[in-house]
């Protein structure tokens, strides 16, 4: 039987050669009042509580619901933190975590063993990760990083070596075609950086607009081959000086570069009668 509740995201807290912090997040939101929100936080709470890092008990976790006043008002985002000494993947016993290792699935039973002391009461539901488990935990963590990065470049196999099969990896392993799916075949220079990634082209009230979702050359080049641990030492590196939020000139239109590499940037398709705006890509 199936477990229905569950963190909706995990916060990964890290830095090269060290263990990572992990923190269950659940979200909601709705158009309603606060009182909607509270039943929303309540609900949030037990399924950050499916998820044990470490000490029972003891992890954090963040808890979020987005209230949208159907008057117009503005927007009210509340937020519940739980604290804990837990959710730090130290080697405290197996192996060290290797990131470059290729992901597998692991079996963890999926229940909470609360031991107190010598006594150890019924468990219930949920997945409780053990000092055991720390490792594959850090590089199942670390992998989704990196697939979702892959995947918003529009590249299925890259996105593909990153993940299990239980986590969908043969959805990005068939034949990539632009009919069916966005696939990474453009390449653009944003702000002296060359970017790989795909572009999407939609009509917005008449206007042509183009959507470049990529990321760094130097970071899809590292992920492609699946080297985690030198992609994450590129981006801790380059951490306070890759983002960025402003109009490109030569792209024609904003450009938002995160401290991940990624980048995502638009511009109007010139019309009829317009001069074409430069293209540094293709």
Request: net charge negative; with cysteine; charged share 20%.
């Amino acid at each position: 039987m199936r477990y229905r509740y569950r963190p909706q995201y995990f916060a990964e807290v890290w830095q090269p050669g060290e263990p990572s912090l992990a923190i269950p997040l659940a979200c909601a939101g709705k158009h309603s009042d606060s009182a909607t929100s509270a039943e929303q936080l309540a609900s949030a709470s037990a399924h950050a509580e499916a998820v044990h890092i470490g000490v029972w008990n003891e992890t954090p976790g963040l808890l979020f619901s987005t209230q949208l006043p159907t008057d117009g008002g503005s927007m009210t985002v509340h937020t519940l933190q739980a604290p804990g000494s837990g959710g730090r993947l130290s080697p405290a016993e197996g192996r060290e975590a290797g990131l470059n290792t290729p992901p597998f699935q692991a079996n963890v039973m999926p229940d909470i063993p609360p031991a107190e002391g010598l006594v150890a009461p019924e468990s219930v539901r949920g997945c409780h990760v053990q000092p055991k488990d720390y490792a594959w935990f850090q590089e199942a963590l670390a992998h989704t990083t990196a697939a979702g990065l892959m995947a918003f470049s529009g590249s299925g196999h890259t996105t593909a070596r990153h993940l299990t099969d239980r986590q969908g990896r043969k959805h990005f392993t068939g034949l990539e075609h632009a009919a069916s799916m966005s696939i990474q075949d453009a390449a653009h220079t944003l702000f002296g950086n060359e970017y790989v990634g795909t572009n999407h082209v939609s009509r917005l009230n008449g206007p042509r607009v183009e959507a470049f979702s990529g990321v760094d050359k130097e970071v899809f080049r590292l992920l492609a081959r699946g080297d985690v641990e030198e992609y994450r030492a590129l981006v801790h590196a380059s951490r306070g000086v890759r983002p960025r939020l402003t109009f490109d000139k030569n792209w024609g239109g904003p450009v938002s570069v995160h401290a991940d590499g990624s980048v995502f940037a638009l511009r109007l398709l010139p019309g009829q009668g317009q001069e074409p705006r430069p293209d540094s890509g293709r």
